[in-house]
Structure formats: C-alpha cells, structure tokens
C-alpha cells in the first residue's frame, strides 16, 4: 500500500516535478480538472497583459504587423504539432473543435465522392454527434451512421467516406487504437478524423506515424490555453491540395489583404482559417503552451498513468465498499490522463469534494471524473485526494443539502 511518505518521495524525484512551478495554483485547493479547464500558467497571465496593455493599449492596429499578430495562429499550431507527432505546417489554432471538426468532416465527404457514409460510433462526446447530424442535415447525399462502441471496424466498406472518433473517450478515459484504425479506415479508401481534446497536452500523440489523416482538439484543456481557449486542427500533408475549407472566409484565402471578389484558398494549412483570429485568447495559449518546454509527451503520459494506477489503487483500498465502481480502464496503457468512477450519487459526491478543496467534475447520469494533468499533479495530491474521499464517504456528508442542486455546467 503506497503511503503518503511514498508520495512526497516519488515527487521529489519526479522528472516532471519542476513544470508545477509554471502554474499558478490555489493555496489549500487539489485540481483534478486539467482534463476539463487546465490551470493557468504564469506565463500566459503575464503575456495576455502585456498583449492588452502594450500591444493593444499602446501600439493599437499596427500590432498586426509589428507584433505578429497575424501569423499566431500558424505559430501556436507549430507549438502544439510537437505534442501531436505533426509538422508545424500540418497544425493551425483556429476556431472550436465543433466548427473545425464541421469543416474537416464536410471537406472530407467533399474529397471521397460517391460514398455517402459519415460513420462514427454511439457515445461519443456530443458536439461531435451533433456536428454530424447537422452536417448529413445539410447534405441530402450524406448519411450519418452510428454504431454501437467497438463496432467500427465491421461497419466499414467502399460507402464510408470519413470515420470521426475521439483518441480518448471524454467519459471513460479509454484510448483508442489510432494506428490501427487509422490503417482500417485507410484501407476501405476512406478518411480517418480525430477528436484529439482528451488527448493532446498529456498522451504521446503521434499523429504521422499512427497514420492519421485528420484531427482537432481543444485548447482549454491539457493544453491549459483558458476558459474558451481556440481549439486547433490537423490535416495531413498528404490531404493538403485536396481537401476545401467549407466556410471559405477571408483569413483561409491565398491574398486576404488583396481583396478580390473571388475565393482562391491559401496553400497548405492556411485554408483551415476562416475569420480573424482572437488575438487575446491565442496569446493566452501561445504562452500556455511554453510551459511543455523540455517535457517529453512519453514521460508526461508515464506520470499521467502512474498518477491514475495510484488512485485506483488507493480509492479501492479506502473506499471499499462505498458504491464507487470503477468506469475507466484499469490498466495505465488503455487510459488517458483521467480516471472516472461511477457513484449513484456521483453529483453530490463531487459537490461535497469540492467544498472540501478537491476539484473534478461529474458526467451524467452518474460518473465523477478525476483528471491527473502530468505537468503540475503531485503523487501526494493524488493520496491527499483519495483520503478526503473517503472522509465524505465514511460520514456521508454529502447527503447535505447544499450538496444535491446541480448546476448549469458540471
Ligand atoms: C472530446 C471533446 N470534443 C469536443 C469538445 C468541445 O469542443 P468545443 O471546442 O467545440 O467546445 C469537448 C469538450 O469537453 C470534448 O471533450
């Protein structure tokens, strides 16, 4: 059984351990939500100010130019393609990861014609679903099929045109098997699109080596870009000619500044933009982002999953026979960088945690999700964590009240 002796020894001599500092964390408060909001970096504070008081404030609209305002989406894409095994002009900040995966998906239906199949499987995260639905609402030639989870592979023939799948489940934390989908869904000829939000900023995602052709993820989560941070996305180089942005706007043109009548797309990745990019939130996440500086994505998914190992561990040791089911896999290899258990009173639970200074959060109808962000989690954290637990547990306290009115966002 790991003690808390064990735990203040494994950070001291964590790797990693010097990446904490690059945050700014509440006194007396364990955060457990990096999967959801990152924390904040010390730097992206300071960035985002200057960017406010002297960019803005002092040099006004020739920021564009002087700042380089105009080629931070690229730049910040050229960051986060070292934590995706991309190339820098494979990647670009831009947008949601709802209206990026619109246009990846409508530009890849538009790249295989003749198939009008949109597959993707039944519980995934929603906006993905939705974006979907909207996409085949559009489109009288495509037909969206969803598929029971695990049933993807036998759904694939000469139909599909793209498979949309997230690489970690938003639930359960499971991964999936990117090199091997990727390879089944490019053997049918069709176009394989992921929802990396789950796992860029804490797996060793390696996009071109997996074979993937398409992908977009979050920037407010692992990534720790800020509430509403713009997602990115990623089209393989191989794609790049072929696949049109549908919401062909201005900043994805070849000559935006020549403002001519008609749409000619920019070449390589620049297509992907569309309207001007939000400078404030990209330079939240352009600094956010320096925090990975000398981190190894390996050694962050190894302390991620080291992290979630000793949670199991120590929640099926002190909770025992609380109502806690395990909802994630246990082995580190097939997780990503959370750890969800089941509770029938998963909402008042989680309240009750928070109240005491431990921040997760809570997935319908019953999950309470942990999140073990490898750049400022300690092992201590993770023990200290699990005893207030089973503190709330033991007394039932989070019968209380106070703790059952559920709120807007969970
Ligand atoms: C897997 C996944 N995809 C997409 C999103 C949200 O994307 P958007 O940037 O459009 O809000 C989330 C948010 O939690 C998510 O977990």
Not at 15 to 36: C, K, M, T, W
Not at 124 to 144: C, H, K, N, R, S
Not at 400 to 405: I, L
Request: net charge negative; glycine share 10%; with cysteine.
């Amino acid at each position: 059984m790991t003690s808390r002796q064990t735990c203040i020894d494994r950070d001291a001599a964590d790797p990693l351990g010097r990446a904490r500092a690059r945050f700014s964390l509440p006194e007396g408060v364990i955060y457990l939500d990096g999967n959801s909001l990152g924390a904040l970096p010390v730097a992206a504070a300071a960035a985002v100010r200057q960017a406010v008081e002297r960019q803005w404030g002092q040099d006004l609209i020739a920021s564009w130019n002087t700042h380089g305002w105009i080629g931070l989406p690229q730049r910040v894409g050229g960051k986060i393609a070292r934590l995706i095994g991309a190339s820098a002009d494979e990647v670009v900040a831009a947008d949601s990861v709802s209206v990026n995966l619109f246009k990846l998906a409508a530009a890849a239906v538009g790249a295989r014609p003749g198939r009008p199949v949109v597959l993707t499987e039944a519980g995934d995260f929603p906006t993905d679903l939705y974006i979907l639905q909207g996409l085949a609402g559009m489109m009288p030639d495509v037909e969206l099929r969803v598929v029971e989870p695990g049933g993807i592979e036998a759904a694939l023939d000469e139909r599909t045109a793209v498979v949309l799948l997230s690489h970690v489940h938003y639930r359960s934390g499971a991964v999936r098997d990117m090199a091997g989908l990727s390879a089944a869904i490019r053997a049918v000829g069709a176009i394989s699109l992921w929802d990396l939000s789950h796992s860029a900023g804490v797996l060793d995602v390696d996009l071109n080596r997996y074979g993937a052709d398409l992908a977009a993820g979050c920037g407010y989560k692992y990534l720790n870009g800020g509430p509403g941070a713009p997602a990115y996305l990623f089209v393989a180089k191989r794609h790049q000619a072929a696949l049109r942005n549908p919401l062909s706007g201005w900043m994805g043109h070849a000559r935006p500044f020549d403002f001519v009548d008609d749409y000619a797309p920019a070449p390589g990745i620049d297509r992907w933009l569309c309207g001007t990019p939000p400078i404030l939130s990209l330079t939240a996440l352009d600094a956010a982002l320096d925090a990975f500086d000398g981190v190894e994505m390996a050694a962050a998914r190894a302390k991620a999953g080291a992290l979630g190992d000793l949670f199991i561990e120590r929640v099926e040791a002190r909770c025992a026979g609380r109502g806690l089911a395990l909802a994630s896999p246990r082995e580190a290899a097939a997780r990503g960088g959370q750890v969800s258990f089941r509770h029938p009173h998963g909402w008042a639970v989680m309240q009750n945690l928070i109240a005491r200074g431990v921040i997760g959060d809570f997935r319908s109808p019953d999950v309470i999700r942990f999140g073990f962000a490898p750049l400022y989690v300690r092992h201590v954290d993770v023990r200290d964590a699990v005893e207030i637990l089973g503190e709330i547990l033991d007394s039932e306290s989070w019968r209380d009240a106070r703790f059952q009115t559920v709120a807007a966002v969970t």
